[in-house]
């Protein structure tokens, strides 16, 4: 964790886009919709909404509603020497002070007053980031002890209560009961 880890958790910045586009626009606050996601977000739907998913199956219900990624992933490639800056990575919400990674599956996250999603999984981090930046994939992926793939592109989630977030909101994490699952690429 970066240096400033005793800070508080919260929102550093929003990002929406109505195209599908790899990057999105940071913007002054999202508007979150119950079982949809961020009003006026290309991604937002009750179904799949991103074009390979749809193309696989357009009936598969949205478990990426809202990406979220931790801005301490921008202060890791940084060192790799990757200037990558909020809603460049496509996600809607960068935050600071989660352990977004380290988080269970079914994870409520509490954003702002009144927004809360529910963490579905981990992004999965596609050729379209080194398109983005050359050799950037190879940062956001990488090899736990046991030889397994670790995905450090973010979090995936659906919208449970809707809301607006903008930055420099409160983030409260709710962790789930019972047996918790680590998450898994969705």
């Known amino acids: 964790m970066s240096a400033d880890h005793d800070t508080h958790p919260r929102v550093v910045a929003v990002s929406r886009d109505g195209a ?3 990057s999105k626009p940071v913007v002054d606050e999202v508007v979150l919709v119950a079982g949809l996601g961020i009003e006026g977000d290309a991604h937002a739907g009750v ?9 696989r199956d357009p009936s598969q219900p949205n478990l990426r509603q809202v990406h979220l990624i931790h801005a301490e992933l921008f202060d890791d490639v940084a060192e790799a020497g990757f200037q990558v800056g909020p809603g460049q990575m496509g996600e809607n919400i960068t935050t600071r002070g989660v352990d977004l990674l380290g988080l269970p599956t079914g994870t409520l996250l509490h954003l702002g007053a009144d927004a809360r999603v529910r963490i579905t999984g981990l992004r999965n981090p596609c050729q379209q980031i080194n398109e983005f930046e050359p050799g950037l994939l190879r940062a956001v992926l990488g090899r736990a002890d046991d030889g397994s793939i670790e995905r450090k ?3 995936m989630s659906v919208v449970l209560a809707g809301g607006v977030v903008r930055p ?9 009961t019972g047996e918790l699952q680590p998450l898994g690429p969705v």
């Open 20 to 22: 599908h586009r790899f």
């Open 47 to 55: 179904t799949v909404q991103h074009r390979s998913r749809v193309a």
């Open 153 to 155: 592109g973010g979090v």
């Open 168 to 176: 420099g909101d409160t983030i409260r994490v709710e962790l789930p």
